[in-house]
Structures are given as structure tokens and as C-alpha cells.
T-cell receptor, first 113, second 110 residues
Framework: DTAVSQTPKYLVTQMGNDKSIKCEQNLGHDTMYWYKQDSKKFLKIMFSYNNKELIINETVPNRFSPKSPDKAHLNLHINSLELGDSAVYFC????????????FGSGTRLTVV | GQSLEQPSEVTAVEGAIVQINCTYQTSGFYGLSWYQQHDGGAPTFLSYNALDGLEETGRFSSFLSRSDSYGYLLLQELQMKDSASYFCAVGNQAGTALIFGKGTTLSVSS
């Protein structure tokens, strides 16, 4: 049973399209995150939700909108995709602040052409 | 704000010991964490130090000195499968998310 699952694993789309990435965790954690990893492997926090409440909204273009229908799910919707959005997006979850360990999903490799 | 510095690359041979250093600047300290990421894979949690000293988990150990804002990950009896990227991480100012270093790519050769 996968602890944090993301779909899709790969996403190739054209500029200007709108796409969504889904994330679900079955660990009972109360905090979920979206991270973006660029081609240089730099992991950057985008959003954090605690019990469906937005905690962190880093300087991310407002074309990115997270949605958490319940504490086990955190989806990421991206409007008007741009070439620079190409990256690997990781969902993660933790119990409380999670300093004793985040559990990451397997990632979604987004390629915008 | 938060910043972390770690070497970009380290190379070693099988059976050797390697140390990956991390220095950090942070306005609020919640501990130092380490993650491993293989190519094409997800980051996986290795260790967490909240207090000064050495924490050992099998072949891996992690050290923290809060007065020096410094820590390291020590990998012993290196194996080919240890070839991966290693990230140190600290909590952001509010303690609500991890900020990661840029990662150290470890290459283990036979």
C-alpha cells in the first residue's frame, strides 16, 4: 500500500493548457506539502496545508492553486502552463511539523512543450 | 531568512567513509534533517538532529553542533547503492515547512 501516491507520474502538455496533479496519503498525517524540484535538483516549498487549512503559500505564481478536499488529499491545479513550469512536483506529508520526517510521493514529471 | 550550504559533489570508493557537511543560517532553529534521493526517485528521510551530538542509524550517522550552525552526515562502509543525492534541511522561520539545501551528489565507484 503506497503511503503517499501522486498521479499522474508523467505529464506532457502544451503551453497554455491547464492541468491538475493529485496527491493522496494514507498515513493519517495532518500536514501535506507541494514541492517543486527543478533541473538542478533544487527542492522548493510551494504550499503547505494543515488539516485542510492553507499554512504556507510561497511566492508562487497565482496560476498555481492548491486544493485540499480533506486532510488525506492535496491536489495542485496549474493554469496557463508555461515552459518554466517544467519540473518534478513532489507531494509530501508529515505528522505535525514533520521535522522527524516527511514522506514524499514518487513525484510528477511535468514537461511543458 | 534561511540558507544552507553543502558541497555539490563528493566521490568515494566502495568500503570507504564519507562525510557530507552542511552549514546553515536560520532565524529559528527546529533541528537539522537529512534526506537521500536516488536518480528518478523521491527524497527519503534519513535522520534528524534536534540536539548537539551524534545520532547513529546503521551505516549512517548524523552530527549537529548548534553553536557552529553546522552538521554532517557520515556514511560508512560505502556501497554502490549509496550513490545518490543527499540533502540537508532545516525548518523555515515559522517552523511550518522544511527548507532544503541544494544537495550533494555522492558517486561511489568500485
Amino acid at each position: 500500500d503506497t503511503a503517499v501516491s501522486q498521479t499522474p507520474k508523467y505529464l506532457v502538455t502544451q503551453m497554455g493548457n491547464d492541468k491538475s496533479i493529485k496527491c493522496e496519503q494514507n498515513l493519517g498525517h495532518d500536514t501535506m506539502y507541494w514541492y517543486k524540484q527543478d533541473s538542478k535538483k533544487f527542492l522548493k516549498i510551494m504550499f503547505s496545508y494543515n488539516n485542510k487549512e492553507l499554512i504556507i503559500n510561497e511566492t508562487v505564481p497565482n496560476r498555481f492553486s492548491p486544493k485540499s478536499p480533506d486532510k488525506a488529499h492535496l491536489n495542485l491545479h496549474i493554469n496557463s502552463l508555461e515552459l518554466g513550469d517544467s519540473a518534478v512536483y513532489f507531494c509530501a506529508s508529515s505528522q505535525d511539523r514533520g521535522f522527524r520526517g516527511y514522506t514524499f510521493g514518487s513525484g510528477t514529471r511535468l514537461t511543458v512543450v | 531568512g534561511q540558507s544552507l550550504e553543502q558541497p555539490s559533489e563528493v566521490t568515494a570508493v566502495e568500503g570507504a567513509i564519507v562525510q557530507i557537511n552542511c552549514t546553515y543560517q536560520t532565524s529559528g532553529f527546529y533541528g537539522l534533517s537529512w534526506y537521500q534521493q536516488h536518480d528518478g526517485g523521491a527524497p527519503t528521510f534519513l535522520s534528524y538532529n534536534a540536539l548537539d551530538g551524534l545520532e547513529e542509524t546503521g551505516r549512517f550517522s548524523s552530527f549537529l553542533s548548534r553553536s557552529d550552525s553546522y552538521g554532517y552526515l557520515l556514511l560508512q562502509e560505502l556501497q554502490m547503492k549509496d550513490s545518490a543525492s543527499y540533502f540537508c534541511a532545516v525548518g523555515n522561520q515559522a517552523g511550518t515547512a522544511l527548507i532544503f539545501g541544494k544537495g550533494t551528489t555522492l558517486s561511489v565507484s568500485s
